[in-house]
């Protein structure tokens, strides 16, 4: 259900135009600073469509030696039935 990956900046401004587009229900960005050489942004997003619902969370570490992004992302589909 939830995916650990790294992603480019380019895939960020991809998933976040997306939400931009109209489907976006909550949307919260906060920075936070753990120590003085490491500053972590975390983005959440939760959007909803009459078929799935999808979170999303983005966290990004800034440290001097490096920039570590981690996503999770979760699917929720409903289940369709027809009736005959």
Do not use: C
């Not at 949307?27 to 936070?32: A, H, P, Q, V």
């Not at 983005?58 to 490096?66: A, D, G, L, V």
């Amino acid at each position: 259900m939830a995916n650990r990956v790294h992603k480019t900046s380019e895939n960020y401004r991809d998933m976040k135009n997306i939400v931009l587009k109209g489907s976006e229900i909550y949307r919260d960005m906060e920075n936070r600073v753990l120590h003085p050489a490491k500053t972590t942004e975390i983005w959440r997003m939760k959007y909803f469509t009459q078929e799935k619902t999808i979170e999303m969370w983005r966290t990004k570490y800034f440290t001097q030696e490096k920039t570590t992004e981690i996503w999770r992302i979760k699917y929720f589909r409903q289940q369709k039935t027809t009736e005959k």
